[in-house]
């Protein structure tokens, strides 16, 4: 609302760091630290949300604070969709 876009990048950066912290984990892949982060995920992850490279570019690519909210949403629930995916074939 404040369409104060150091503190949006700021906390973007922070939700980015915890999604790919989640998806290395997941993926049982040691982190490979803060460089090229979505390439090393596209090349060491084999389990990745669907669509998973063109809703990361949604989110990075962003111009307004009305697109970011909706791209946001979409990489999440990809990912929330995944992990619960591979919890319920887990459990069998």
């Known amino acids: 609302q404040r369409r104060d876009w150091v503190s949006v990048n700021h906390r973007l950066a922070a939700l980015l760091a ?8 997941f993926n049982r892949v040691l982190h490979p630290g803060e460089k090229r982060l979505a390439a090393q995920a596209l090349a060491r992850c084999p389990r990745l949300p669907a669509h998973w490279p063109a809703d990361l570019d949604a989110v990075l690519q962003t111009a307004s604070p009305e697109q970011l909210l909706p791209a946001l949403t ?3 629930d990809r990912l929330d ?4 995916i591979e919890a319920l074939d887990y459990r069998r």
């Open 81 to 84: 969709e995944l992990l619960q």
């Open 74 to 76: 979409q990489l999440l």
């Open 18 to 25: 915890s999604y790919f912290d989640i998806l290395f984990a």
